[in-house]
Nanobody, 117 residues
Framework: QVQLVESGGSLVQAGGSLRLSCAAS????????MGWYRQSSGKQRELVAA???????NYADSVKGRFTISRDNAKNTVYLQMNSLKPEDTAVYYC???????????WGQGTLVTVSS
C-alpha cells in the first residue's frame, strides 16, 4: 500500500553536498516515523537518520554534524541533506517509513550515492 520514491543520488567529490528526497504515497505521512538507511558493498544496512512525527531527529554517530533529516508533511516528503561528504558515505540510501504501533516497515528502492576521493 505504501510507496516510497527516492531521488537525489549522484556522484560527488569528497567534501561536496547532496540532498536526497523521498516522497511517500498511500500512507498517513504526518504520523509516520521516517528514516534514511544506507548499505554499502559487503556491509549490513544501517540507520543513518530518523525523524519522528513530532520532528525529533536522531543520527548515526558517523554522520552527526554533517547530515540533516527533515520532513515536509504538506508534501509527504522527507529529506536528507548531506554535507561534507566522505568516500565512506558511498552507499545505496534507502527511505523507510513505519508507524509507532507496528513493526512493519516500508522501503523505497534506493538511490545510489557515490563519493569519490
Amino acid at each position: 500500500q505504501v510507496q516510497l520514491v527516492e531521488s537525489g543520488g549522484s556522484l560527488v567529490q569528497a567534501g561536496g553536498s547532496l540532498r536526497l528526497s523521498c516522497a511517500a504515497s498511500g500512507s498517513i505521512f504526518s504520523i509516520a516515523i521516517m528514516g534514511w538507511y544506507r548499505q554499502s558493498s559487503g556491509k549490513q544496512r544501517e540507520l543513518v537518520a530518523a525523524i519522528t512525527s513530532g520532528g525529533s531527529a536522531n543520527y548515526a554517530d558517523s554522520v552527526k554534524g554533517r547530515f540533516t533529516i527533515s520532513r515536509d508533511n504538506a508534501k509527504n516528503t522527507v529529506y536528507l541533506q548531506m554535507n561534507s561528504l566522505k568516500p565512506e558515505d558511498t552507499a545505496v540510501y534507502y527511505c523507510n517509513l513505519r508507524y509507532s504501533f507496528t513493526t512493519t516497515d516500508a522501503w523505497g528502492q534506493g538511490t545510489l550515492v557515490t563519493v569519490s576521493s
